[in-house]
């Protein structure tokens, strides 16, 4: 009977043995089988229609050790985030799950396309060489508020080699959190038909591209970017919000050439954009404008002359110009009322 025991604990203890190795096996298969590229997930919305999450962006083991000796130059990738296409079928990508692509070396441009509805805090936290974004939208989602509708909640709040604070506003008032965008981040251009109250604020991105149909520039937008140098208005635009560029030392072109739909100017959007007209950018404001509120372009110390005689301007509104010291021209229509403060004495 003991010898019978003893060989019915010794084949269990093979056969544990045996399955020991093979799970380590397949393990092993699995490590040496992961590649490059995103991991999704598939859900299914309330209508049963199929969709996916982008959940996280993997290295090949071969890739991560590249990437670990700093050895990875050949691995820096574009890519775009809009479809997964799976068994010859492509499925919307609408979730960018928070934290997916954190401390991702190898991502030089991301284009997140239309498909994609909402971008979880952090998405891109951690991805110091990341050079340039392609968005439809700002911020979590198109509709977010508060700090979920700025760049930096893409970011979140962890600090990173590589990486630099950035207080953003998100309320008017002043509430603010310090984001963490990497410092190779110069260029972002938004594809979609909104621009988000406070998006860019504070950060030192140089370069911003608006090709969508954006109808209004959210408030406090651009305020605060002191490497922005040029902007090109779109089309679409309606209505530039209060605060837009304001303080945003470095901004010395506005292009309205194509906003011929533009009608209204809050107060101090441009105001202490110090560089603003600088030399030979005389700033050309569109037959469309009809309206400016106090203080829009207050303390622009390089404008030396504006006209607005071609415009639907019936009113230069309190302190419009104030502070703009080399300002000695302003051309306007008789009969256009002028506010307290609205032109320098120099004029």
């Known amino acids: 009977m003991k010898r019978l025991i003893s060989a019915v604990l010794i084949l269990t203890l093979a056969f544990a043995c045996l399955a ?12 040496s089988e992961l590649t490059t590229g995103f991991v999704y997930e598939v859900k299914k919305d309330a209508d049963g229609k199929k ?51 954190t401390n991702q070396l190898v991502l030089r441009k991301v284009t997140i396309g239309e498909n994609v509805e909402k971008v979880g805090l952090g998405a891109f936290a951690g991805c110091a060489n990341l050079k340039e974004l392609v968005l439809n939208f700002v911020g979590e989602t198109k509709d977010a508020v508060n700090e979920k509708r700025t760049l930096g909640y893409l970011f979140g709040t962890s600090s990173f080699t590589g990486g630099q604070s950035a207080p953003m506003v998100f309320a008017n008032g002043g509430a603010s959190t310090a984001y ?29 591209e608006l090709t969508g149909a954006i ?15 040029q902007i090109k208005m779109p089309s679409t635009v309606k209505e530039i919000g209060k605060y837009a560029f304001q303080n945003a030392t470095a901004l ?11 009608t209204t100017i809050y107060q101090e959007a441009f105001a202490g954009c110090s560089m603003l007209g600088y030399g030979s950018n005389t700033v050309a404001l569109p037959q469309s404008l009809s309206k400016l509120y106090d203080g829009a372009f207050k303390n622009c110390t390089s404008l030396t002359s504006i006209d607005l005689t ?29 506010g307290n403060d609205a032109i320098p004495d120099n004029n």
């Open 20 to 31: 020991l190795t093979a799970c380590n096996n397949k393990n092993k298969e699995e490590a």
């Open 51 to 101: 969709y996916a999450v982008a959940t996280k962006y993997t290295l090949s083991t071969e890739d991560s050790e590249k990437v670990s000796k700093g050895d990875y130059s050949d691995l820096m990738v574009d890519v775009v985030i809009n479809e997964y296409e799976v068994d010859g079928e492509k499925i919307p990508v609408k979730e960018i799950s928070a934290g997916a692509f």
């Open 180 to 208: 963490y965008l990497p410092t190779t981040l110069k260029k972002v251009t938004v594809t979609g038909d909104t621009l988000s109250d406070y998006a860019f604020n504070n950060t030192s991105i140089e370069a911003v």
């Open 215 to 229: 109808e209004y520039i959210g408030e406090g937008a651009f305020m605060g970017m002191t490497k922005l140098t």
């Open 252 to 262: 010395y072109k506005v292009d309205f050439s194509a906003a011929t739909a533009l």
């Open 310 to 338: 071609g415009t639907q301007i019936t009113r230069i509104p309190t302190a419009c110009f104030y502070g703009c010291d080399k300002l000695t021209e302003v051309k306007y229509n008789a009969g256009v009322e002028v």
